[in-house]
């Protein structure tokens, strides 16, 4: 290969490269990223969770879409948006983890607004996955009810955190509790966690949500 061709190669491969950080690049479509990890949702919804306009999130969705990064199907009028591979939410995860070991405002955030999460001692999915193999456990899903039927770890019960304390009577009193979410900075756990404690249940969260748990592997169920 002459140095030219070298060079216009090296240029047009980068290029390529380039585009995935360009999809990356904005904090609206990761938070899309996030939200399609859970389950597939219609622009409306996604407009409704994140609280952008339809226009807006459609415009967002056409960039992801662009790149491949999502899919999206046809059921009558509707149009369903969905993460195109696994490997869409490994990268969302490989920048979030880079983040959190090169910026100290990740951390500096999270204390402001989750002030009282080191409180909460967090439970690691290779602790849970040991939890769950000796049976001692009761694992609690907090995310809406639709996200738990489209996949859910293993033996957990789904009880949304906006529904938690009229069910709490149902809950055992001599079981240790474990509540998951979306994810790492998903509050959901966070709001559950604390209202047991305040019951005086022995409560934890997961450290991480449902797709990071599907990611590495693990098996998950679905349906309710």
């Known amino acids: 290969m002459e140095d030219k061709q070298k060079r216009a190669f090296k240029d047009e491969i980068y290029e390529q490269f380039a585009r995935m950080g360009k999809a990356f690049s904005s904090a609206s479509r990761l938070e899309l990223i996030d939200l399609l990890a859970q389950r597939e949702r219609t622009v409306d919804e996604l407009a409704e969770e994140t609280e952008m306009s339809v226009a807006n999130t459609s415009r967002h969705l056409q960039v992801l879409k662009g790149e491949r990064l999502v899919r999206r199907r046809k059921e009558g009028t509707r149009a369903y948006y969905t993460l195109a591979d696994p490997e869409v939410y490994r990268a969302w995860k490989a920048v979030r983890s880079l983040a959190e070991t090169r910026l100290a405002e990740v951390e500096e955030t999270v204390k402001r607004y989750l002030s009282d999460r080191d409180e909460m001692e967090a439970l690691s999915q290779e602790e849970l996955e040991e939890r769950l193999e000796r049976d001692d456990v009761l694992v609690l899903d907090v ?63 997961l450290s991480e949500g449902l797709p990071d748990w599907l990611v590495e592997g693990r098996s998950v169920e679905h349906g309710g």
């Open 143 to 205: 995310r809406p009810e639709e996200e738990f039927e489209a996949g859910h770890i293993p033996g957990a019960r789904s009880i949304p955190v906006d529904q938690l304390e009229e069910h709490l009577d149902e809950l055992p009193e001599d079981r240790d509790i474990v509540a998951y979410c979306r994810g790492p900075y998903c509050v959901y756990s966070d709001d559950a966690v604390r209202k047991l404690q305040e019951k005086g249940r022995n409560a934890r969260r």
